[in-house]
Antibody, heavy 117, light 110 residues
Framework: EVQLLESGGGLVQPGGSLRLSCAAS????????MSWVRQAPGKGLEWVST????????YYADSVKGRFTISRDTSKNTLYLQMNSLRVDDTAVYYC??????????WGQGTLVTVSS | QTVVTQEPSFSVSPGGTVTLTCGLS?????????PSWYQQTPGQAPRTLIY???TRSSGVPNRFSGSILGNKAALTITGAQADDESDYYC??????????FGGGTKLTVL
């Protein structure tokens, strides 16, 4: 069974940093495309970033480019999202998701990031 | 910047049929955008319903179907049930690794 388990969320002050993790199991993580998607409280879903498993290419939404970095550790089957220079509007539940194609499936349960002073 | 448009809200009667749509602020959605659809209930992670325009994800009832209608992607629910009351999101793939979500449609079954 494919499983994704996010962790690392919490409360951080504006301008601070946080690293999210997504532990994957049940599939070949090393060759998989993986993404982060976020959802601000009461708002819709927003694609944040993608890591292309085969090529190692990374992609970012304009809203996080230059501040967030996606990476992975294949020895730990774990995807990361390093978030720097956090802003109040980065407050959201962050989901990781596998990308078997151009879609998202499955999804993790999410981890909440709150940016507030 | 491309905006993906969805109806903010929709209502359907139990047993009825409803079609939600997913368009672009400029241009048409075609299969080349690989539209996909997700269902989300409050406090839960999204659930994948449809991918590649019209392929149902594993375990999704066949009352959910996807298509292209005119210049938009569409999600049709035939024989709506009470537990279909959820938020529904579409996503289109814009190329170069970029995906864009629509704003979501809140479906009420009453």
């Amino acid at each position: 069974e494919v499983q994704l388990l996010e962790s690392g969320g919490g409360l951080v002050q504006p301008g601070g940093s946080l690293r999210l993790s997504c532990a994957a199991s049940g599939f070949t993580f090393s060759s998989s495309v993986m993404s982060w998607v976020r959802q601000a409280p009461g708002k819709g879903l927003e694609w944040v970033s993608t890591f292309s498993g085969a090529s190692g290419n990374t992609y970012y939404a304009d809203s996080v480019k230059g501040r967030f970095t996606i990476s992975r550790d294949t020895s730990k089957n774990t995807l990361y999202l390093q978030m720097n220079s956090l802003r109040v509007d980065d407050t959201a539940v962050y989901y990781c998701a596998a990308r078997p194609g151009k879609w998202f499936d499955p999804w993790g349960q999410g981890t909440l990031v709150t940016v507030s002073s | 910047q491309t905006v993906v448009t969805q109806e903010p809200s929709f209502s359907v009667s139990p047993g009825g049929t409803v079609t939600l749509t997913c368009g672009l602020s400029s241009g048409s959605v075609s299969s080349s955008y690989y539209p996909s659809w997700y269902q989300q209930t409050p406090g839960q992670a999204p659930r994948t319903l449809i991918y590649n325009t019209n392929t149902r994800s594993s375990g999704v009832p066949n009352r959910f179907s996807g298509s292209i209608l005119g210049n938009k992607a569409a999600l049709t629910i035939t024989g709506a049930q009470a537990d279909d009351e959820s938020d529904y999101y579409c996503v289109v793939y814009m190329g170069s690794g970029i995906s864009v979500f629509g704003g979501g449609t809140k479906l009420t079954v009453l």
